[in-house]
Every structure is written in structure tokens, then in C-alpha cells.
């Protein structure tokens, strides 16, 4: 990036010759790289040069060639053989109009389940950070030629085609790293947008700073008050798993499954699968039966120098929120009711 923005404020020739070749490179690599990473350079290239347009500038040679090179580069990566065996071998995958009406459902859920707690840190670092900083830049005349309305639309597209795109090639939901990398994304891009938005209000925002401040903090202090009560947080999740007792559970299960294979002198040992098993945490364990090509079972065995380690039976599913809660009501329910009948 800091490449990109040097080659369009550079004058002199040989410097400015030396950062586009450097730019094409790593947007040939970083294309070449992922999906999603294509996707991004693409997009950051695209805005580049319709921004430079947008603020009056005309046209950037050096820009229009770093998108040639991209669309170059895409195209290349796209029709690379091993997409189209990749592509044949997903069951829902190739289905344009599933990708693309399903994308913008999961768009939509996405940044309403994204946005809440990002808005509560957003008022922190309104209060905080971004208003002093825009107060800076104002007070030092300094400009950032980014046109405000077109970095909206890029950042609220770049969601949607990095979902699109996994929908298109799978045709399922973005999960686990995936996620994680468009929702890394999302963030660095809201708050970037939050950054314009302050340094275009600042005036309005100077007039009333301590109306608003206020304002805000009262809604960050309500809004922090209502996240436990959607059960679908994270924060709600460790909450229940805590309380219920399943993380006391699943800590004491496995404890008692590690003292009897320290306690085992046979080559190999069954233990008992778990009861419970917390929403919380990441799991993964070992199967029933003795299951040579599971890793799971072959690490635990080496891990604990036997010749294999499994279940007596299979692990249960991992409960919701709103069935544990059911349970540990019913639970409490039948403790309360039983101490009175006594």
C-alpha cells in the first residue's frame, strides 16, 4: 500500500520506475496467493484509480497499469486448471444464482452480527482517539484526498464478494479461517470509514463535542448491558458453559480420563467418552473403536506411549446455548423440587 501511494506522488522517473515494478510484483504474488487476497488487491487497485478520477486528478498511468497487471493476473488465476477440478468436485458449487442471492442474505446477517460489537468499541475510540485525531488533521491542514461515498460502496462490496466468492466455489456459508480473514477485513475497513466520516464532521462534531460524548457513552453503556442477552455471543456462550457447569464438567471428565491412562499398564486403553462438552471451546477428540487412520487417535496414543487410545462410545453433539440453558433449567428444576418433596 505504502508502495502504491508513493508511485502516484513521486516525480522523479527512475524512483517512480522502481515502485511500480515493486507494486506489479507483489500484486502478482499476492493474487497468485488466495482467493480472497485476489480479490482485495483487485479491489484496492479498482478504488485507487476511481478515486483519483473522483478528486480531479484525471488518470494515473502508474494506476492503470498496476490494474492491468491485476486483471492479467486474475484471469490467469481463474482459468487455471485446478479450479475447474476443485469446482467439479463441490456439490453446490458453480451455482450462480445461489451465490449470488444467498451471498446477499449472508452479507446481511453477517454485518448485523459483526456490527454490534464493533460499534460499542467504535464509540470508545470515537470519544477517545478518532475525534482527537481528526481535530489534528484539521488543525495541520492536512488532506486526505479519499472520496468518502465511494470507500462506503468499496468496503460494503469487498463483504459481499468475499463471501460471494466461497459461496461460488463451495456453495456453503465462508467458516473458520475464511471467516475470520472477512471479518479481519470488515474491521480494518469500518474503521477506516469511521476515520472519513469524523474528519469530514469535525466541525459539527467541535460544536457539540460534549453533547455527543455523552450521548455516546450512554449508548456504549447500554449497549454493553444488552450483549449477554443475545445468546449467539461469544461472551453469552462462556457465560452459560461457566454456569450450567459444563466447563467444570468437561474439565473434571478429562482430568479422570488423564488419571486413568496414567494409571493404565495395558499397551492400549479405552476411556469413556465425555458427557457434556462446553460451546465455548474449539473441540476435537479422539473416536470410538480403534481407528488407525484417525490423527486424533494416533497422536493421543503417541502423545501418552501407548499403541492406541479410544472411546468406550461416541462423544454427544455439541448443545446450543438455548438447549443447555433448557437443561440447566430443568436441572435446577428437579433439585428444587426434590429438596422440597424431602
Known amino acids: 500500500m505504502v508502495a502504491l501511494i508513493s508511485t502516484t506522488s513521486i516525480k522523479s522517473n527512475f524512483p517512480k520506475l522502481v515502485l511500480t515494478i515493486i507494486s506489479s510484483i507483489l500484486c502478482i504474488v499476492i493474487i497468485g496467493s488466495n482467493e480472497i487476497s485476489l480479490l482485495l488487491v483487485n479491489m484496492i487497485i479498482l478504488f485507487l484509480n476511481i478515486n483519483y478520477k473522483l478528486i ?42 445461489w451465490a449470488l442471492l444467498g451471498s446477499l442474505f449472508l452479507t446481511l446477517t453477517s454485518i448485523i452480527k ?36 465511494l470507500s462506503i460502496i468499496f468496503y460494503i462490496a469487498f463483504v459481499y464478494l468475499s463471501i460471494f466468492t466461497h459461496v461460488w466455489v463451495t456453495g456453503y456459508n465462508p467458516a473458520g479461517r475464511v471467516s475470520n480473514v472477512i471479518y479481519l477485513f470488515f474491521i480494518i475497513g469500518w474503521f477506516i470509514n469511521l476515520q472519513l466520516f469524523l474528519n469530514k464532521q469535525i466541525k459539527v462534531l467541535k460544536n457539540q463535542q460534549a453533547k455527543i460524548s ?22 453469552s456462550t462462556a457465560y452459560i458453559d461457566l454456569i450450567s457447569g459444563k466447563a467444570k464438567s468437561y474439565n473434571n471428565e478429562l482430568n479422570f480420563r488423564y488419571q486413568l491412562i496414567m494409571s493404565c499398564d495395558a499397551d492400549s486403553c479405552v476411556v469413556p467418552a465425555l458427557s457434556e462438552i462446553p460451546k465455548s471451546i474449539f473441540f476435537s477428540d479422539i473416536k470410538e ?54
Open 114 to 149: 459483526w456490527s454490534i460489537p464493533v460499534i460499542i468499541i467504535s464509540i470508545f475510540y470515537s470519544i477517545y482517539w478518532g475525534i482527537p485525531l481528526a481535530k489534528k488533521i484539521t488543525s495541520e491542514g492536512i488532506t486526505i484526498d479519499i472520496d468518502f461515498r
Open 56 to 97: 480531479g486528478k484525471g488518470y494515473n498511468k502508474v494506476l492503470l497499469f498496476l490494474l492491468l497487471i491485476c486483471v492479467i493476473s486474475t484471469i490467469i488465476e481463474i482459468i487455471a486448471p485446478g479450479n475447474f477440478i476443485r469446482l467439479a468436485k463441490q456439490e453446490y458449487g458453480n451455482n450462480l444464482k
Open 214 to 235: 455523552n450521548f455516546l457513552l450512554i449508548c456504549s453503556i447500554l449497549l454493553v448491558l444488552l450483549l449477554p442477552f443475545n445468546l449467539s455471543y461469544n461472551i
Open 289 to 342: 473403536e480403534h481407528q488407525e487412520k484417525n490423527n486424533n487417535n494416533v497422536w493421543y496414543s503417541r502423545y501418552f506411549e501407548k499403541s492406541y487410545i479410544y472411546l468406550d462410545s461416541e462423544n454427544p453433539d455439541i448443545k446450543s446455548n438455548q438447549e443447555t440453558l433448557k437443561d440447566f433449567g430443568k436441572m435446577k428444576r428437579k433439585e428444587w423440587f426434590d429438596s422440597q418433596k424431602n
